[in-house]
C-alpha cells in the first residue's frame, strides 16, 4: 500500500510538472518524436535508416525486442500526445485524442509498411499499438484521481 501511493505521488507530481511546461516547447517535442517515430516504423527492414538491419531468418528474440519498442514507442507518443493537447483542452478530451491520434497513426504505419520492400502488415503490431495507448491512458487517468485510499465510509 505504501508503494502504490508513492508511486501514485511520483507520477501525479511528474503530470503536474509536466502541464507546467510552455505550450510550444511541448508541440515541437511532441512533433519531432513523431516525426522520428514515423520514420523508424516506414523504413525497410534490411537496410534501415536508424537502427540494425532485421534478421534474413526468423527470430523469436528479435520479434520480442521489436514487439518491445512497440510497447515503449506508442507508450511514449500517447503520453507526449496528451501532455500537448492538455492545458489549454479539457483533460479527457485531450486524453481521448492522445489515444485516438496513436491508433490512428498505427492503422496508418501498418497500412504503409505493406507498401514499403521487405515489410508487411502485422495485425500484432497493431493491437499492441492500440492496446498501449489505452493502458497508458488508463494509467494518466489513475494518476489524475484523488485518493481516496484513507478515507472512512
Known amino acids: 500500500m505504501l508503494m502504490g501511493m508513492i508511486n501514485k505521488l511520483t507520477v501525479t507530481s511528474a503530470l503536474t510538472w509536466a502541464v507546467h ?47 518491445l519498442a512497440h510497447v515503449v514507442g506508442f507508450g511514449l507518443l500517447t503520453f507526449l500526445l496528451w501532455w500537448m493537447l492538455y492545458h489549454p483542452a479539457p483533460f479527457r478530451w485531450a486524453l481521448r485524442t492522445a489515444v485516438l491520434c496513436a491508433c490512428v497513426l498505427g492503422v496508418a504505419t501498418e497500412f504503409l509498411q505493406s507498401m514499403v520492400p521487405d515489410r508487411s502488415v502485422s495485425l500484432l503490431d497493431l493491437l499492441v499499438n492500440c492496446g498501449v495507448a489505452l493502458l497508458v491512458a488508463h494509467l494518466i487517468a489513475r494518476a489524475q484521481q484523488p485518493d481516496t485510499t484513507n478515507e472512512k465510509g
Do not use: F
Open 21 to 67: 511546461v510552455p505550450r510550444p516547447l511541448r508541440i515541437v517535442l511532441t512533433a519531432a518524436y513523431l516525426t522520428v517515430l514515423t520514420a523508424v516504423l516506414l523504413q525497410p527492414s534490411q537496410r534501415p535508416l536508424l537502427g540494425p538491419a532485421a534478421p534474413k531468418t526468423y527470430d523469436l528474440g528479435w520479434d520480442i525486442l521489436l514487439t
